[in-house]
């Protein structure tokens, strides 16, 4: 593990962080805090990104580790965040509201995955 590559994952975390706040902030000021859509939009957002990285990568651009970890480590990383996927669903639960944090449980593991593939497939058709 290099100098060079950590400290590309810093960057791509510096930034991939700084872009999930100004999302949340957005999206909250947009649609309101009652339900976290602002968590589940970015988390679905970066899994549509990382699909399409994964694609991108496989089929037509090969950049360097520094710059994939840059990316995919720090940059989208950053960006996704499990763990505030984890609070929101807690204060869900917290204030007794167990069917919003089912319904938004699966719809964060079924979005996330179907944006997934949804990049990855979108990219491959076209790059293919």
Request: hydrophobic share 55%.
């Amino acid at each position: 593990m290099s100098a060079k590559l950590l400290m590309s994952i810093a960057a791509g975390g510096a930034l991939g962080a700084v872009g999930r706040y100004v999302m949340l902030v957005h999206v909250d000021d947009w649609l309101g805090s009652h339900f976290p859509f602002s968590t589940l939009i970015v988390n679905v957002v970066g899994a549509v990104a990382m699909g399409s990285l994964v694609a991108l990568t496989a089929f037509f651009w090969s950049p360097s580790d520094e710059f994939r970890a840059f990316l995919s480590v720090g940059m989208l990383g950053a960006f996704t965040t499990f763990s505030l996927f984890s609070l929101d669903l807690f204060n869900l639960v917290e204030r007794g509201d167990a069917m919003t944090a089912a319904l938004y449980a699966a719809m964060s593991v079924m979005l996330c995955i179907l944006g997934f593939y949804g990049g990855y497939h979108t990219l491959k058709q076209i790059l293919t």
